[in-house]
T-cell receptor
Framework: KAGVTQTPRYLIKTRGQQVTLSCSPI?????VSWYQQTPGQGLQFLFE???????NKGNFPGRFSGRQFSNSRSEMNVSTLELGDSALYLC?????????????FGPGTRLTVT | QQPVQSPQAVILREGEDAVINCSSS?????VHWYRQKHGEAPVFLMI?????EQKGHEKISASFNEKKQQSSLYLTASQLSYSGTYFC??????????????FGKGTHLIIQP
């Protein structure tokens, strides 16, 4: 079974631009969660999508948004990029949700904002 | 509310044991443990649910004290492959369902030969 894939793997953007990251979950998984990972803050939860609906949202500004398609693939968008948005963005898929099911993480997208 | 992990870092000799702790100030619904090696994605180790259900790898053991909102991960007879950063993630039950998974800042574990 193929694992979670994320594209692109690396991205360099300029302040003020916007970016869209993509995540394809493991086949059959309906839940996709997004995390931001930085050396200082660790893994921070952005949001979770299940069956095309946002089920939970972390404490991030409205510049961070996402969506999920009918095939469970998910995209995350960050508008008006700031230097502090530089991070590794990880998505994780789960069969139906986080509580009693393990999450499988993708390799991440390394975003650098200059 | 981000859970607090301790210790922040630990260095062991191969074969030694380690305990990594995770505590929360709020009542927990579940605790998740993951390990991340440098440059790689986090990998699932264990889930512990309120009520006692556990799910995880055979060689990993953990405990969940619901009253104290604490969980501990036990690594016995450590191997070189155990090196990495260990994260605990916690879910808080808020009436209608569990909130998002909040991870601690991680515990860096180095196993030396």
């Amino acid at each position: 079974k193929a694992g979670v894939t994320q594209t692109p793997r690396y991205l360099i953007k300029t302040r003020g631009q916007q970016v869209t990251l993509s995540c394809s979950p493991i086949s059959g998984h309906r839940s996709v969660s997004w995390y931001q990972q930085t050396p200082g803050q660790g893994l921070q939860f952005l949001f979770e999508y299940f069956s095309e609906t946002q089920r939970n949202k972390g404490n991030f500004p409205g510049r961070f948004s996402g969506r999920q398609f009918s095939n469970s693939r998910s995209e995350m968008n960050v508008s008006t990029l700031e230097l502090g948005d530089s991070a590794l963005y990880l998505c994780a898929s789960s069969l139906v949700g986080r509580s009693s099911y393990e999450q499988y993480f993708g390799p991440g997208t390394r975003l650098t904002v200059t | 509310q981000q859970p607090v992990q301790s210790p922040q870092a630990v260095i062991l000799r191969e074969g030694e044991d380690a305990v990594i702790n995770c505590s929360s100030s709020k009542a927990l619904y579940s605790v998740h443990w993951y390990r991340q090696k440098h440059g790689e994605a986090p990998v699932f180790l264990m889930i512990l649910l309120k009520g006692g259900e556990q799910k995880g790898h055979e060689k990993i053991s953990a405990s969940f004290n619901e009253k104290k909102q604490q969980s501990s991960l036990y690594l016995t007879a450590s191997q070189l492959s155990y090196s990495g950063t260990y994260f605990c993630g916690t879910e808080i039950w808020s009436g209608g369902g569990a909130d998002g998974l909040t991870f601690g800042k991680g515990t860096h574990l180095i196993i030396q030969p």
